[in-house]
Every structure is written in C-alpha cells, then in structure tokens.
C-alpha cells in the first residue's frame, strides 16, 4: 500500500520559513514526478510546485517564485518544499501527490496526473 506522509506545517508569522517533508514508502519514488499542492479555505486546489523524477525540471506557480524551492531525495524517499519570505495569502492545507507514469519526459502539471496523496499538512501565516 502506498502512503505519503506530510509533516513540518505549523503556524508562523509573515516573513518566517517553514520547510515541508513528505515521505514516501510502498512506492517507486524514485520513478514518479512529484507536486506540492495547496487549498486555501474556499478556493481550488493548485500546483505549488513540482519537480521531475530525476529532479532534472522543477516548476513553480508565480506566486511562490524566488520563495518556495522544491527538492528531493530518492535515497529517502522523500520531497522536501522550503518555503521562505511566507505571506498570509500562503496559509492553506498544503498535500504532496506522486504522479502516476513513471519516468515522465516532461513534468507533470496537471492535477489529474497525480494519483497517490498524502493526507495534508496545515499552513498558517500569520499578519
């Protein structure tokens, strides 16, 4: 059974960091495109970042660039996202997911590409 599980979320003020783990077990990690998504209260769910099996591509919504950064390691089976420079409009419930196809040619970015999630870890930015 696959199960990815996030951890590091928490509450902290405008400008802090936090940096997200989700670690992966009963998977091929290693072969899977990996996403960061996050829902804010009333709004859809959306790809923060992503990064590609062999960590050769990542990607980031405009929102986050020059904050977030988006890592992996295959050895542990685990994608990290450091998030810097946090503003109130960060605060969501932030979800790992691992695509599907494995060995990807080019990055997953679409929602329905991702088939295995973990349960979520909550983000609050405090003004």
């Known amino acids: 059974q696959v199960q990815l599980v996030e951890s590091g979320g928490g509450l902290v003020q405008t400008g802090g960091s936090l940096r997200l783990s989700c670690a992966a077990s009963?998977?091929?990690?290693?072969?899977?495109?990996m996403g960061w998504f996050r829902q804010a209260p009333g709004k859809e769910r959306e790809l923060v970042a992503a990064i590609r099996w062999d960590a050769g591509n990542t990607y980031y919504v405009d929102s986050v660039k020059g904050r977030f950064t988006i890592s992996r390691d295959n050895a542990k089976s685990t994608v990290y996202l450091q998030m810097n420079s946090l503003k109130p409009e960060d605060t969501a419930v932030y979800y790992c997911?691992?695509?599907?196809?494995?060995?990807?040619?080019?990055?997953?970015?679409?929602?329905?590409?991702?088939?295995?999630w973990g349960q979520g870890t909550q983000v609050t930015v405090s003004s």
């Open positions: 997911a691992a695509a599907s196809e494995p060995w990807a040619a080019v990055l997953g970015l679409r929602e329905d590409q991702y088939k295995e």
């Open positions: 009963g998977h091929t990690f290693s072969a899977s495109d």
